[in-house]
């Protein structure tokens, strides 16, 4: 009787050894893609699949579509002359797939969305956008929300309404000289840019919205010092591109624009970087920098692909899933690390003085 009983006890004892030995054997592989280096061997296991070809698993896995940039209207109420995301339809989606497509994104590991154009608050006086921003925030419970935005046909009742869902806002501002601004395109009828970026700023103070400035350097602003104007404003982050062409949107027999006459060089570009080396919050993008390290979702929800100097659409999210599309994005996983896209984007984590 004892010796049937003892002999259970060690088949349930290797069961139990077996069990957790492939437990153990599983969390290694799932932590291997952070690259952490734990012993995978113990006695009795073996691996079911020779090394080499799990790696190459790993590195033909899609990118995680961490952050987002969401063109969700090519339309404008502006006509900056070098816009690389012209308004070649006019198209929408409902609100409700927009929903779904943002909710497929967050399964997929998206953890910052930011709502684009065009120009976001053109459509239906903001609400769509408003609309967006508080779901992705208080049903998707996104760290991180924000908008890039001309700024013209901003609302303190938006604010009101929308405010507390929105992490970040960002002006676009190339020039703090309304000739040039005019030059350029970035503005509509009298209303003067610059005044209403200074009233934007305090909106912003009042509703604890992060505040960040985006600029354009080209051949109308770039011999311009904007270094006090910049710390007078003291945004989060000034992000500082420069002007990049794509086929079909800004240059080209079928494009919309002719940005040409606003391309620097790259030395040009380290200059104006250079005038401003001592304003704590520049961010500077290059070309290179940019290009294919920008995860971007069109307004049909399909991700674009600028490696070949076009945007050149996937399938949509809504069709074939974010996993089939993200393939072919052209995404560069790496220089997004590596240009500081990951950083403190939640108003939650910024101790600000609002």
């Keep these: 009787m004892q010796l049937a009983v003892l002999g259970r006890l060690l088949s349930v004892g290797r069961a139990v050894l077996a069990a957790l030995r492939g437990s153990l054997g599983a969390l290694c592989w799932s932590l291997a893609p952070l690259s952490l280096s734990l012993p995978l061997s113990l006695p009795g296991w073996r691996d079911s699949a020779p090394r080499p070809e799990r790696e190459r698993e790993w590195e033909d896995a899609p990118p995680t579509p961490t952050s987002v940039n969401y063109h969700f209207t090519r339309q404008c ?29 967050k399964e997929a590991g998206m953890e910052k969305i930011n709502f684009s154009g065009g120009e976001p608050f053109l459509q239906d006086r903001g609400e769509f956008v408003g609309k967006l921003v508080q779901f992705c925030k208080q049903e998707l419970e996104l760290p991180s929300v924000s908008i890039v935005s001309n700024g013209s046909l901003i609302r303190k009742q938006w604010f009101e309404k929308y405010g507390e869902y929105l992490d970040i806002l960002a002006i676009s501002c190339d020039s703090f000289d309304e000739d040039v601004n005019i030059l350029i395109g970035r503005r509509q009828g009298k209303k003067n840019h610059v005044e209403n970026l200074h009233k934007l700023r305090q909106w912003c103070r009042e509703h604890a919205v ?78 290179q920098k940019m290009r294919d390290s920008y995860l971007i979702l069109d307004e049909y929800m399909r991700f674009l692909n600028c490696r070949n100097g076009r945007k050149e659409p996937s399938k949509s999210i809504l069709d074939v899933g974010v996993e089939a599309a993200i393939k072919f994005s052209g995404f560069d996983e790496k220089m997004f690390l590596r240009r500081g896209g990951k950083y403190v984007w939640s108003k939650a984590d910024m101790k600000l003085d609002w």
């Design 77 to 105: 109420n502006y006509k900056c002359g070098f816009c690389f995301h012209t308004a070649k339809t006019s198209f929408v989606l409902p609100l409700e797939e927009a929903k779904r497509g943002l909710a497929m994104l």
């Design 210 to 287: 992060a505040f960040k400035i985006n600029s354009v350097i080209n051949r109308f602003n770039v011999e311009e010092d904007m270094n006090e104007q910049i710390k007078a404003l003291n945004p989060v982050r000034w992000k500082v591109f420069q002007c990049l062409l794509i086929e079909g949107e800004n240059s080209g027999e079928d494009a919309l624009r002719e940005a040409e006459k606003f391309v620097i060089s790259d030395e040009d570009f380290d200059r104006f970087l250079d005038r401003h080396k001592d304003v704590s919050c520049l961010v500077p993008e290059s070309n």
